[in-house]
């Protein structure tokens, strides 16, 4: 009988109701330890329950605004425990080489940061309102009193079809372009980079999974735009484990 391989890291990841991940954030170093094929543990973490999960693990947060996020790892072999995207996609990649993932490209922070500054927007009025829907109701709670406190209204204020339409519209024509952007080097390869994925595609592939699992249409608005489509395509054999 084949024995289960020990696993290396436990990736601490953000609850939903669908049991799957559907944190962007999370997603990224997700794809990072699928494509590398670090063997690894998930350990689902209610809104509520992050901070008195991780602080007493020992890990210290690195925003300015203190607050305990996931994803988190606790790196066995060196009973290392570590936070945030940034420095856990450090460290995977020092300590697991092979096969490389480049993780800041001038073309990665470019694509990046266009993506990020359009989507922003239009994700706060389709996405963050219906996040609600797939948690559990006391992560509802938690989600519903942080997130409107920040906004200064309901939640049900950003849903608004005719605004969301406009919103979507407003952005369209520099979506494409970014999308163009990224299939610059579509004759060597899918990614952004061209051949080998990178850092930055599993930052587009993690966007769009989350938004898949929190509501497939704003999924479909965005996998119209070539590049973007190109990019998850090309991530699919690395999100096959999502639990």
């Given amino acids: 009988m084949e024995t289960e391989t020990k696993p290396e890291i436990i990736l601490y990841d953000l609850?939903?109701?669908?049991?799957?991940?559907?944190?962007?954030?999370?997603?990224?170093?997700?794809l990072m330890l699928n494509f590398k094929r670090i063997p690894y543990k998930t350990i689902f973490l209610e809104f509520p329950d992050i901070?008195?999960?991780?602080?007493?693990?020992g890990m210290v947060p690195v925003k300015?605004?203190?607050?305990?996020?996931?994803?988190?790892?606790?790196?066995?072999?060196?009973?290392t425990y570590m936070m945030d995207s940034v420095p856990i996609s450090q460290f995977l990649e020092a300590t697991y080489p092979d096969p490389p993932v480049p993780l800041d490209t001038e073309r990665g922070r470019e694509i990046e940061t266009k993506a990020r500054t359009l989507l922003g927007p239009v994700l706060k009025t389709s996405i963050l309102p219906r996040e609600i829907l797939i948690l559990s109701p006391r992560a509802q709670q938690y989600f519903?009193?942080?997130?409107?406190?920040?906004?200064?209204?309901?939640l049900e204020d950003l849903l608004d079809a005719e605004k969301e339409e406009k919103a979507w519209a407003a952005v369209d024509g520099d979506l494409h372009a970014v999308g163009q952007l990224i299939r610059e080097k579509s004759s060597d390869g899918p990614?952004?980079?061209?051949?080998?994925?990178s850092y930055s595609d599993f930052f587009i592939a993690g966007a769009l999974q989350?938004?898949?699992?929190?509501?497939e249409?704003?999924?479909?608005?965005?996998?119209?735009?070539?590049g973007f489509n190109d990019v998850y395509t090309a991530c699919l054999p690395w999100m096959e484990k999502k639990d």
Wanted: proline share 11%; hydrophobic share 40%.
């Fill in 15 to 30: 609850a939903c109701a669908k049991d799957v991940c559907f944190s962007p954030v999370v997603w990224r170093i997700r």
């Fill in 51 to 57: 901070e008195s999960t991780l602080k007493p693990l």
């Fill in 64 to 79: 300015p605004d203190g607050k305990f996020t996931v994803p988190a790892i606790h790196h066995v072999p060196t009973d």
């Fill in 144 to 154: 519903r009193r942080t997130r409107e406190a920040w906004l200064g209204h309901p």
């Fill in 191 to 197: 990614f952004v980079l061209g051949a080998k994925p």
């Fill in 210 to 215: 989350s938004n898949r699992v929190v509501d």
């Fill in 217 to 226: 249409g704003v999924f479909e608005r965005i996998m119209k735009y070539p």
